[in-house]
């Protein structure tokens, strides 16, 4: 607590914020005679529309500070010359924007004038590789997916559809939006979705950033919402894919049931002079089917008449009801029947600006409702089409920034953040009511029927020649998880001669509940065991453990009957309230050939986490089942140093080096450290094996990092970035094993700890070539070697439960692609360009390109996997490696994505109509392999004789082999979901439509 309450005084006292440079960065120019080339001092410089300007000092220079992200037309006016407005000038995070001034006499001519500035291809101020992408730059993309943009700049990769950046965990992506961060402490994973319409702009930022920023060992994303315009402005913008019905198919292409309908609104708020705007925007997406992936669909019927019977028509039968499903098993081409997702999304910037102060409120809200299809394996869906369980997901992120501008060269912030998430997984009839999931009666009344209710065939699935399918009387499951955090910062930045100065800090405390409710266990433990039940509603803690080990009810944050315990609650099971915290120093030189950024950060990380005077002894009450709490050792607070340090070297206005150095840490993900009561028993207790077991106290994840680049523009036009990267990553999570003598308590159990290790580098190219004769392109490419200890923080595991050695020595790790590029060019006739027909239609083709992901070759058993997996190794207990770790690589992947449109003016109106192809020639990319054969279309197991053949003839012989092929093969690869995530083939051709109107 003392540690907490100095906490809290230092990030009071010490002025700054990490977040002050999130969404602002400056402006400096020059302005000279453009005749005499003599400097005007004195001359005045104005954002139009703001409230922001400066003056020039008698060198006839200028300088602005804290200026929003953003596009702005700058003029400069001095008395006896013409007035020189600058339009589409861009400012971007953290960056210098240089814009210089030539002002013409009045003598000479007379009247303003006006210009549209260029974007710079060269940043000169930039010590490490920055890629910035505004709304502008990637609206022509043939994607409305953020991430989809992201993942297509350098030292991005992609597996599975989960970002990695330059050989770092997914985890270690730091996600920010308005400066406030948006990755989920608990899992690593960005848990904010965007509106494409309503970003300024996008960074990603591969390394090397500065002390401003913690918490992503990775790279960081870095996200910036539109501001009010001057003038009111309105879009319109709806695209479809649904010309067809499911499973039928139109331009040789299915329709996955996509709509989209995105609207945005800004201006002035009235009555306000303009210095109050607003900016606005929704989205409505529904997708009636979400699971976009090449499937072949079966038709199988029940049929007993031997000469009617075929590869399609045999008995199906039930083992576990002795039933015969009737109806038959059916599914369509390329749709997931029941795996519809709705989502509503809302962003909104509201600044007021006055001459010395702005006042900044910012606000992103989202909500999703799924149709909960069996995620990975929606076959086992087919007969409970009629008994739809949902997903329910809301996020609401709010800021509050007031900046004072103390001088023209010195200015404060005061930042305040709430973030909320939520989540519920339900079934429908029912709703919060999870008590009556496992009530037969309460069924029955809603049309439910169960088999055999009082005995072990409740809630089982109906299995069918070893293929198991959901009963279509059973519930869904029951779960929640809430968590929120708020999190406050100071801030002053100060321009002291060439040193721009910042000091900051800031802290963040988050609230973290998960609750799983039991129907089937609790309701039947009350009716087998009434007198434990009734103990633990009263309170005692026997039968509350009893109860909670038993049925699995519960988590942290809640009881175990779903309530919400207080934040002050004294046991294992309450709230976590992690709460973390930075204070750093940085100092921005910047010099005409000579840029240094040097900091160093303080980070503060309170994991609300414990750990065992002696794990083989632990704190830990069996006959109450749970953790003894007075005994456990709560780790508390801990500070650790981060150095940073950037050089850039402007040799030239066209041609800058940089070299960057820094120390990066970052707390393990807090679902590797919490754990509800019942799992600590569960291990103790031994005879279980826990696949994913917790860590204690474990420490945070260290990279050192060094980066070299090289930007150099080599035509008016055109230029190339290149950058080399080498990272050392210590401390990774990774499992372990705690063994106990006869005399101990334990007999052995799993922990996770810090111990892997990695080593990654790669070169990272980036060519760009500003619109010129109507083509415009980006060509970016990525060599990259990822090589570590685990790929993941469970790598390990299979050795660690069979007591064998695990790697010690690098390897590939599973998300490593030694190659990635992306090639995207545009060509677009403007206004008045082409005549009538060719007049503002342009088109935009994206080329992308990767390596495969590394694999071992293996064989093995089933062991003890359900027998309709069969070829899918999932036990990693019974795997035998033919190969070292990662030798085999999956094929090469590429695809081509066009997007055609054409604007028409109707007066104010501007009417843009296009239509876009993803994967335009339905390229079957291999997105993974089976382990066994090293390829996606078979799995290996009908040849592998010595265990298939009698799985085979134990579970109906020529029928099981129709089931499997038709499941598990054709493509379609159920049972490999069920094991990995991920599909074994990339996503087919998608076509859409639509149209935006601008007002």
Same mark, same amino acid.
């Given at each position: 607590?003392k540690q907490?309450?100095?906490?809290?005084?230092?990030?009071?006292?010490?002025?700054?914020?990490?977040?002050?440079?999130?969404?602002?960065?400056?402006?400096?120019?020059?302005?000279?005679?453009k005749?005499?080339?003599?400097?005007?001092?004195?001359?005045?410089?104005?954002?139009?529309g703001?409230?922001?300007?400066?003056?020039?000092?008698?060198?006839?220079n200028?300088l602005?500070?804290?200026?929003?992200?953003?596009?702005?037309?700058?003029?400069?006016?001095f008395?006896?010359?013409?007035?020189?407005?600058?339009?589409?000038?861009?400012?971007s995070?953290?960056?210098?924007?240089?814009?210089?001034?030539?002002?013409?006499?009045?003598?000479?001519?007379?009247?303003?004038?006006?210009i549209?500035?260029?974007?710079?291809?060269?940043?000169?101020?930039?010590?490490?590789?920055?890629?910035?992408?505004?709304?502008?730059?990637?609206?022509n993309?043939?994607?409305r997916?953020?991430?989809t943009?992201v993942?297509?700049?350098?030292?991005?990769?992609?597996?599975?559809?989960?970002?990695y950046?330059?050989?770092?965990?997914?985890?270690?992506?730091?996600?920010?939006?308005?400066?406030?961060s948006?990755?989920?402490v608990?899992?690593?994973?960005?848990?904010?979705?965007?509106?494409?319409?309503a970003?300024?702009?996008?960074?990603?930022?591969?390394?090397?950033?500065?002390?401003e920023?913690?918490?992503?060992?990775?790279?960081?994303?870095?996200s910036?919402?539109?501001?009010g315009?001057?003038?009111?402005?309105?879009?319109?913008?709806?695209?479809?894919?649904?010309?067809?019905?499911?499973?039928?198919?139109?331009?040789?292409?299915?329709?996955?049931?996509y709509?989209?309908?995105?609207?945005?609104a800004?201006?002035?708020?009235?009555?306000t002079?303009?210095k109050?705007?607003?900016?606005?925007?929704?989205q409505?997406t529904?997708?009636?089917?979400?699971i976009?992936?090449?499937?072949?669909?079966?038709?199988?019927?029940?049929?007993?008449?031997?000469?009617?019977?075929?590869?399609?028509?045999?008995?199906?039968?039930?083992?576990?009801?002795?039933?015969?499903i009737?109806q038959?098993?059916?599914?369509?081409?390329n749709?997931?029947?029941?795996?519809?997702?709705?989502?509503?999304?809302?962003?909104?910037t509201?600044?007021?600006?006055?001459?010395?102060?702005?006042?900044?409120?910012?606000a992103?809200?989202?909500?999703?409702?799924?149709?909960?299809?069996?995620?990975?394996?929606?076959?086992?869906?087919?007969?409970?089409l009629?008994?739809?369980?949902?997903?329910?997901?809301?996020?609401?992120?709010?800021?509050?920034?007031?900046?004072?501008?103390i001088?023209?060269? +010195? *200015?404060?912030?005061?930042? #305040?953040?709430? &973030?909320? !998430?939520r989540?519920?997984?339900? $079934?429908?009839?029912? @709703?919060d009511?999870?008590?009556?999931?496992?009530?037969?009666?309460?069924?029955?009344?809603?049309?439910?029927?169960y088999?055999?209710?009082?005995?072990?065939?409740?809630?089982?699935?109906?299995?069918?020649?070893?293929?198991?399918?959901?009963?279509?009387?059973?519930?869904?499951?029951?779960?929640?998880?809430?968590?929120?955090?708020?999190?406050?910062?100071?801030?002053?930045?100060?321009?002291?001669?060439?040193?721009?100065?910042?000091?900051?800090?800031?802290?963040?405390?988050?609230?973290?509940r +998960? *609750?799983?409710?039991?129907? #089937?266990?609790? &309701?039947? !433990?009350?009716?087998?065991?009434? $007198?434990?039940?009734? @103990?633990?509603?009263?309170?005692?803690?026997?039968?509350?453990?009893?109860?909670?080990n038993?049925?699995?009810?519960?988590?942290?944050?809640?009881?175990i009957?779903?309530?919400?315990?207080?934040?002050?609650?004294?046991?294992?099971?309450?709230?976590?309230?992690?709460?973390y915290?930075?204070?750093y120093?940085?100092?921005?030189?910047?010099?005409?050939?000579?840029?240094?950024?040097?900091?160093?950060?303080l980070?503060?990380?309170?994991?609300?986490?414990?750990?065992?005077?002696?794990p083989?002894?632990?704190?830990?009450?069996?006959?109450?089942?749970?953790?003894?709490?007075?005994?456990?050792n709560?780790?508390?607070g801990?500070?650790?140093?981060?150095?940073?340090l950037?050089?850039?070297?402007?040799?030239?206005?066209?041609?800058v080096?940089?070299?960057?150095?820094?120390?990066?840490?970052q707390?393990?993900?807090?679902?590797?450290?919490?754990?509800?009561?019942y799992?600590y028993?569960?291990?103790?207790?031994?005879?279980?094996a826990f696949?994913?077991?917790?860590?204690?106290?474990?420490?945070?994840?260290i990279?050192?990092?060094?980066?070299?680049?090289?930007n150099?523009?080599?035509?008016?036009?055109?230029s190339?970035?290149?950058?080399?990267?080498?990272k050392?990553?210590?401390?990774?999570?990774?499992?372990?094993?705690?063994?106990g003598?006869?005399?101990?308590?334990i007999?052995?159990?799993?922990?996770?700890?810090?111990?892997?290790?990695?080593?990654?580098?790669?070169?990272?190219?980036?060519?760009?070539?500003?619109r010129?004769?109507?083509?415009?392109?980006?060509?970016?490419?990525?060599?990259?070697?990822?090589?570590?200890?685990?790929?993941?923080?469970?790598?390990?595991?299979?050795?660690?439960?069979?007591?064998?050695?695990?790697?010690?020595?690098?390897?590939?790790?599973?998300?490593?692609?030694?190659?990635?590029?992306?090639?995207?060019?545009d060509?677009?006739?403007?206004?008045?360009?082409?005549?009538?027909?060719?007049?503002?239609?342009?088109?935009?083709?994206?080329?992308?390109?990767?390596?495969g992901h590394?694999?071992?070759?293996?064989?093995?058993s089933?062991g003890q996997?359900?027998?309709?997996?069969?070829g899918?190794?999932?036990?990693?207990?019974?795997?035998?490696?033919?190969?070292?770790v990662?030798?085999?690589?999956t094929?090469?992947?590429w695809?081509?994505?066009?997007r055609?449109?054409?604007?028409?003016?109707?007066?104010?109106?501007?009417?843009?109509?296009?239509?876009?192809?993803?994967?335009?020639?339905?390229?079957?990319?291999?997105?993974?392999?089976y382990?066994?054969?090293?390829?996606?279309?078979?799995?290996?197991?009908?040849?592998?004789?010595?265990?298939?053949?009698?799985?085979?003839?134990?579970?109906?012989?020529?029928?099981?082999w129709?089931?499997?092929?038709?499941?598990?093969?054709?493509?379609?690869?159920?049972?490999?979901?069920?094991?990995?995530?991920?599909?074994?083939?990339?996503?087919p051709r998608q076509?859409?439509?639509?149209?935006?109107?601008?007002?």
């Open positions: 607590m907490k309450i100095l906490l809290v005084l230092i990030c009071s006292l010490v002025i700054p914020a990490l977040l002050f440079a999130a969404d602002t960065g400056k402006l400096s120019g020059k302005v000279v005679d005749e005499t080339g003599d400097v005007l001092p004195g001359t005045n410089i104005l954002l139009v703001t409230s922001m300007g400066a003056m020039t000092d008698v060198n006839g200028f602005i500070l804290n200026v929003p992200v953003g596009t702005y037309d700058i003029r400069a006016s008395v006896g010359y013409r007035t020189m407005t600058v339009e589409n000038v861009r400012v995070s953290g960056l210098t924007t240089a814009q210089n001034f030539e002002l013409t006499s009045q003598a000479l001519q007379a009247g303003d004038i006006t549209v500035a260029e974007r710079p291809l060269v940043n000169p101020n930039a010590t490490n590789a920055v890629r910035i992408q505004g709304f502008e730059d990637f609206k993309i043939p994607t997916n953020v991430n943009i993942s297509l700049q350098p030292g991005v990769v992609t597996r599975d559809g989960t970002l950046i330059r050989g770092g965990r997914a985890e270690e992506v730091g996600y920010f939006l308005e400066g406030a948006t990755r989920d608990v899992g690593g994973t960005n848990l904010v979705t965007l509106i494409p319409d970003l300024e702009e996008f960074q990603v930022q591969a390394g090397g950033y500065t002390a920023f913690g918490g992503a060992n990775a790279g960081i994303v870095r910036t919402l539109r501001s315009t001057p003038d009111y402005q309105a879009t319109i913008q709806f695209e479809s894919d649904d010309f067809s019905s499911p499973g039928k198919k139109f331009l040789d292409t299915y329709s996955y049931g709509n989209d309908l995105t609207l945005t800004s201006g002035p708020v009235p009555m002079n303009k109050l705007k607003f900016f606005t925007a929704g409505y529904n997708r009636g089917n979400s976009v992936r090449y499937w072949k669909g079966f038709n199988f019927n029940h049929e007993t008449d031997p000469e009617k019977m075929d590869a399609t028509n045999f008995p199906l039968l039930t083992t576990s009801f002795g039933d015969t009737k038959g098993l059916h599914m369509t081409d749709w997931i029947e029941n795996s519809g997702v709705v989502d509503y999304r809302g962003a909104g509201l600044v007021y600006d006055a001459s010395s102060f702005r006042l900044r409120f910012a992103n809200l989202s909500y999703q409702k799924a149709e909960n299809n069996g995620g990975g394996n929606p076959v086992s869906e087919i007969l409970r009629d008994r739809t369980g949902h997903n329910e997901r809301s996020t609401g992120l709010f800021t509050l920034k007031g900046t004072y501008l001088s023209p060269k +010195t *200015f404060a912030e005061v930042t #305040f953040d709430y &973030f909320d !998430y989540w519920k997984s339900y $079934d429908d009839t029912f @709703g009511n999870w008590w009556a999931y496992g009530d037969s009666i309460s069924n029955a009344a809603n049309g439910f029927t088999k055999n209710w009082a005995k072990a065939e409740v809630g089982n699935d109906i299995d069918i020649y070893s293929f198991n399918f959901i009963d279509p009387n059973q519930p869904w499951g029951y779960g929640k998880q809430k968590r929120h955090y708020l999190s406050g910062s100071v801030a002053m930045t100060t321009q002291w001669k060439k040193h721009e100065i910042r000091m900051g800090g800031d802290i963040q405390r988050w609230t973290v +998960t *609750f799983g409710g039991a129907g #089937f266990g609790m &309701f039947r !433990y009350y009716t087998t065991y009434p $007198d434990i039940f009734i @103990g633990a509603k009263q309170g005692d803690m026997e039968d509350y453990g009893e109860l909670a038993a049925t699995q009810a519960g988590g942290y944050g809640f009881d009957w779903g309530n919400e315990l207080s934040d002050n609650y004294h046991g294992l099971d309450g709230p976590k309230t992690p709460m915290g930075s204070i120093l940085q100092d921005k030189f910047e010099a005409k050939q000579l840029v240094i950024n040097a900091g160093v950060r980070d503060y990380m309170d994991n609300d986490d414990f750990y065992f005077d002696d083989r002894n632990p704190a830990w009450n069996k006959d109450e089942h749970s953790l003894i709490v007075d005994q456990l709560f780790r508390g801990k500070w650790y140093v981060s150095p940073r950037g050089f850039a070297f402007p040799a030239t206005d066209r041609t080096f940089h070299v960057q150095f820094g120390k990066f840490v707390a393990p993900n807090l679902n590797q450290m919490y754990r509800q009561n799992n028993d569960k291990m103790f207790t031994g005879g279980f696949m994913n077991p917790p860590g204690y106290a474990l420490d945070p994840q990279t050192t990092q060094y980066e070299i680049g090289f150099q523009q080599f035509a008016d036009n055109a190339f970035d290149v950058t080399a990267f080498y050392d990553i210590q401390d990774w999570v990774t499992t372990g094993r705690i063994i003598a006869q005399t101990d308590a007999s052995y159990y799993n922990i996770l700890q810090n111990g892997a290790f990695a080593t990654t580098k790669g070169i990272e190219f980036s060519l760009t070539l500003r010129t004769n109507r083509v415009a392109a980006q060509v970016n490419y990525t060599y990259s070697s990822a090589l570590g200890t685990a790929s993941a923080n469970t790598s390990t595991i299979a050795g660690t439960e069979q007591g064998t050695e695990v790697p010690t020595i690098i390897n590939p790790l599973d998300f490593n692609r030694p190659h990635v590029g992306a090639i995207n060019v060509y677009r006739w403007g206004k008045d360009d082409g005549g009538k027909i060719l007049e503002q239609l342009g088109a935009n083709l994206l080329f992308t390109f990767q390596s590394p694999y071992t070759l293996r064989t093995g089933i996997s359900d027998q309709s997996i069969g899918v190794l999932g036990d990693a207990r019974n795997r035998y490696p033919l190969e070292a990662n030798t085999s690589y094929p090469w992947n695809n081509i994505d066009l055609i449109d054409k604007t028409v003016d109707f007066g104010p109106l501007a009417a843009n109509f296009y239509v876009y192809v993803q994967n335009l020639t339905d390229r079957r990319n291999v997105a993974n392999v382990e066994r054969t090293g390829n996606a279309w078979d799995d290996g197991w009908r040849a592998y004789e010595r265990e298939s053949a009698g799985v085979a003839e134990a579970n109906g012989g020529d029928y099981y129709a089931l499997y092929d038709a499941i598990n093969l054709s493509g379609n690869g159920s049972n490999y979901n069920r094991v990995h995530p991920g599909w074994l083939f990339g996503t076509i859409r439509a639509g149209v935006r109107l601008e007002f």
